[in-house]
């Protein structure tokens, strides 16, 4: 029983609903048949469902279709011993089978062993045998020719369209229909938050200066955190004393702050990185935490957090009461005079077997139909990792690759829409950072030709008419969920995106995921935000939602490949009053 439990957890962990025991049953099944642990098995089934399109939620059948299509070929790199169903086949078949599975679901989960970790510029120099590019060849020219939306792909396509048009989930009022009434027009312009210029030099760090960022937005952060935990507390916080040296031994309460460190394993530690560095120490003080006497609690890795404890004998920090809730203020009311409609999606755009992208022109006939005052298309465009651009096989530069696909977004948008693009540092013609400036457009017709075109950086926060939007294209939710440490059930998706508002960052993570490029001096510039957005957009791999918390709209839109977006109405605020519920959301199959 609570293997089962734990499994089942596992799966809700991911935003999976288990039907049936029958489901578990099969689960460990193929646990003892492939000798892989059920951790392995959960981010298989996962990889399975983002690359073959399938429902999230494992039933008996997709788990026997996942066996056929992964498992068979799934060898673990610390296993000495072939799984049965593979003991009769070839070593040299069975381990290249074994390290294309493996790639696909470690690279997915930020931690690749067979190519470097960081994302490096492909060099121009890769030859590929004539014979197999002419095998491979995609036929890519006809899908950016000029042409309306209603252009069809040649190719036939392999999705099944019965759930066309199938509402995922809705909050809010109901939309009566998404079509535009009326000729309300809005502007689309940076707030007034920093934002990552186009000229920003990157990776020129010096360890003692990232050090000091790392230290300088610590403090900031407990600033805050100590003022808003001595107002919820009211005379309760009185008697307590703030300490800075997180081992100082007392044995009566105290409280002090610093940044989580965990690790994960069959037992799970945390430490508390103090935030300040004693005279003559070459690091800040660290400490175990010890949360045995907390009901409930969620940290993760970067997590920066005030504690009440006692140290009894200077090794071990015993927690009473943890606090991390820093949010922002509240931004402005927006200045709507009209509801506003606005369609939301994310990159990748395309399937990985292919280069058609049918599911980017499947939305923009449902633009080009219904007309929404912004489009909202977040990158990656062209993902280095796409099969095609690893193996070379686009014939045209990827700046010229990127530039067709944004030509034919641009052709079949009516001008009354206003287009933003927002940045990804996985785009293979792209800065490899993070934050990212905005794309750079070396055709210059397409800027002057669309007044209509946005580019955004990431992260960014749009103002549309006051409407606040704070956008990243990086999935902080899933690198959160590798390193948080909790106790708590229940609405896990919500408790991970609560995280990023909590710390008022749109990337609280330290360190890093092992994919992630972060030049520490521009993260602690530009991905801090001084006011609460009235919509956050946190694109994921993980199951679309879209949520209200602390009257923020949070919103997951998923993959557009997996031909899923996500369109939102924002009504005028009245007398003056704004709140969450004036925003409608509906997450859709295109």
């Keep these: 029983m609570e293997g089962r439990d734990s499994l089942r957890g596992l799966f809700q962990d991911l935003g999976c609903k288990i039907e049936n025991d029958a489901v578990l049953d099969k689960c460990f099944q193929l646990c003892d048949l492939y000798d892989v642990d059920v951790e392995k098995l959960t981010e298989l089934w996962l990889t399975f469902c983002v690359n073959n399109d399938t429902d999230i939620d494992p039933t008996v059948d997709t788990l026997v279709k996942m066996e056929r299509a992964v498992l068979k070929d799934y060898k673990p790199h610390d296993s000495t011993v072939e799984s049965p169903a593979k003991q009769q086949e070839p070593m040299e078949k069975h381990l290249a089978a074994s390290e294309t599975v493996d790639d696909d679901v470690l690279s997915m989960y930020g931690c690749a062993e067979s190519q470097p970790s960081k994302r490096m510029r492909p060099s121009p120099e890769v030859e590929i045998d004539a014979d197999a590019r002419a095998g491979k060849a995609r036929v890519a020219e006809y899908s950016f020719s000029p042409a309306s939306t209603t252009e069809k792909s040649n190719v036939p396509s392999q999705r099944n369209t019965t759930d066309k048009g199938k509402i995922l989930l809705s909050i809010g009022e109901t939309v009566a229909s998404w ?47 100590v003022k808003m935990w001595s107002t919820v507390s009211g005379n309760a916080a009185t008697e307590l004393r703030y300490v800075r040296n997180v081992r100082s031994v007392n044995q009566r309460n105290f409280r002090t702050f610093g940044r989580i460190s965990t690790k994960k394993g069959p037992e799970n530690a945390v430490t508390l990185v103090g935030c300040a560095r004693r005279r003559d120490a070459s690091a800040a003080d660290t400490i175990e935490l010890d949360f045995r006497n907390l009901r409930q609690y969620s940290v993760f890795s970067g997590q920066i957090v005030a504690v009440e404890a006692v140290n009894p004998v200077g090794n071990t920090l015993y927690v009473k009461e943890i606090f991390a809730k820093s949010y922002a203020p509240l931004a402005s009311t927006p200045r709507l005079e009209s509801r506003v ?18 599911p980017l022109w499947d939305l923009m006939e449902k633009v080009t139909s219904d007309e929404p005052q912004v489009l909202i298309l977040i990158g990656p465009f062209l993902e280095y990792t796409h099969p095609d651009v690893q193996d070379n096989l686009i014939t045209d530069t990827h700046q010229e690759q990127f530039e067709k696909i944004l030509t034919r977004i641009m052709e079949s948008t009516r001008k009354t829409t206003r287009v933003v693009l927002v940045a990804s540092n996985r785009d293979v013609q792209h800065e490899p950072v993070f934050p990212t400036p905005e794309y750079t457009l070396f055709n210059r017709k397409l800027l002057q030709n669309y007044s209509n075109l946005k580019l955004m950086p990431d992260p960014c926060i749009l103002d549309v008419a006051g409407l606040k939007m704070g956008i990243t294209s990086v999935d902080v939710i899933k690198h959160i969920g590798k390193e948080e440490i909790s106790n708590v059930s229940g609405d896990r998706l919500g408790r991970l995106a609560d995280h990023v508002l909590a710390q008022a960052c749109f990337y609280p993570v330290y360190p890093p995921s092992e994919d992630l490029n972060v ?6 510039k530009y991905t801090f935000f001084d006011q609460q957005p009235h919509l956050l957009v946190l694109p994921s791999d993980m199951r679309c939602y879209c949520k209200v918390i602390n009257e923020c709209v949070v919103l997951n839109p998923e993959r557009t490949h997996k031909h ?4 939102l109405s924002a009504k005028p605020a009245l007398g003056g009053k704004w709140s969450a519920s004036n925003i409608s959301c509906e997450i859709a199959k295109l």
Excluded at 192 to 217: C, N, R, W
Excluded at 345 to 351: D, E, L, M, R, V
Aim: with cysteine.
């Design 179 to 225: 079509k535009r009434t009326g000729d309300y027009d809005v502007q689309v312009a940076k707030s007034d938050e920093p934002h990552i210029p186009v000229d920003a030099t990157y990776m020129y760090e010096v360890l003692s200066k990232q050090g000091h960022l790392l230290t300088f937005a610590c403090q900031n952060l407990c600033g805050r955190l």
């Design 564 to 567: 899923t977006y996500a369109r």
């Design 341 to 358: 409609n606005i369609f939301i999606a994310a990159g990748p755009f395309t399937a990985s077997s292919n280069m058609h992208y049918q």
């Design 519 to 524: 030049d520490t001096e521009l993260w602690e």
